[in-house]
């Protein structure tokens, strides 16, 4: 699929989508940009009349409110099972190719060196269940597709964890942040930069691991921001995950392996650290 492709970009209001689309366009695509208000990914019949013409879908439409989906399950599903579903149907009767975002949460977070793509999923929260679902639908209906899973977002498309940190440390003294779930802190340009890398590389159909390089914690992610920022790293203390209890259980362990990236001729993502830095010079945060 190389050259100048017609894609078609599903969530087009989310975090992603909003590096994602000018990424593909800048790489010389023509994209057709879809928000949930003009795309219910949910109605299979307006899915199926939006992928006509397109080469490439990329599924970023999403249920990701993960604690409301313990008590939403049903309409979280509608989300991210049946409309992956509905998008994959599309591409296939389109006869385009189609990226579907996921999620670490499809695993158990129980693991201790990083998930391979082909590592059997295993979810405990509502969120991952309905995601790990529309990971199905799409490989069932849509053979020339991609999974492309990734975690621990941040962007200048949303509210996010970097922001949070940034914002807070205006307010306290003293921020408590667990130390004990492991993940990959990804910036959205990255993995849209990743996503138009795949696409050029014409990847073959199959389950990527799209996250940074490098591992840390939530509180070593947040002592980071404090050290860019020129903020007294001390000020964030380490805490456990059973201080913050919530709806849905949080992996303690999210780090996802890139060697089907590597085994496809496609660089992995650039260490978290340098990803941050180059966040932060680039957005301003007040």
């Known amino acids: 699929m190389r050259g100048s492709l017609r894609v078609l970009v599903t969530g087009a209001t989310g975090m992603l989508a909003h590096d994602l689309v000018p990424a593909l ?10 928000g949930r208000d003009e795309l219910d990914v949910t109605d299979p019949g ?54 579907q975002l996921s999620t670490d949460y499809v695993f158990d977070g129980q693991a201790t060196m990083p998930y391979a793509a082909e590592h059997p999923p295993s979810p405990r929260s509502a969120y991952g269940r309905t995601k790990l679902a529309g990971e199905w639908a799409v490989r069932a209906l849509c053979a020339d597709s991609w999974v492309v ?57 199959g389950i ?23 903020l007294d790293p001390e000020r964030v203390r380490p805490t456990t995950t059973d201080t ?18 590597e085994a496809a001729g496609v660089i992995p993502i650039r260490d978290w650290r340098a990803a941050l830095m180059d966040y932060l010079a680039d957005s301003p945060i007040e």
């Not at 009349?49 to 490439?56: C, I, R, S, Y």
């Not at 990527?208 to 020129?230: D, I, K, N, Q």
Request: with cysteine; charged share 20%.
């Open 46 to 99: 307006e899915c199926v009349a939006a992928a006509a013409g397109h080469d490439l879908i990329v599924n970023c439409a999403a249920w990701t409110r993960v604690d409301d989906a313990e008590s939403h399950e049903r309409e979280a599903f509608a989300v991210n099972a049946v409309g992956a579903a509905n998008v994959a149907r599309g591409a296939a009767h389109a006869g385009a190719r189609l990226a």
């Open 149 to 205: 899973r990734t975690a621990w977002l941040y962007g200048a498309g949303g509210p996010n964890f970097v922001t949070t940190m940034l914002r807070l440390a205006e307010k306290r003294e003293t921020l408590d942040v667990v130390d004990d779930q492991h993940g990959q802190p990804t910036w959205t340009r990255d993995l849209a930069d990743l996503i138009v890398r795949m696409v050029a590389a014409d990847a073959p159909a």
């Open 244 to 261: 913050f209890p919530r709806p849905a259980p949080r992996p303690a362990y999210s780090v996802l392996s890139h060697a089907t990236l």
């Open 25 to 34: 366009r800048t790489a010389g695509h023509v994209v057709t940009a879809l």
């Open 208 to 230: 990527y691991h799209g996250t940074s390089s490098g591992e840390t914690t939530w509180h070593g992610l947040a002592r980071a921001v404090f050290e860019a920022r020129g």
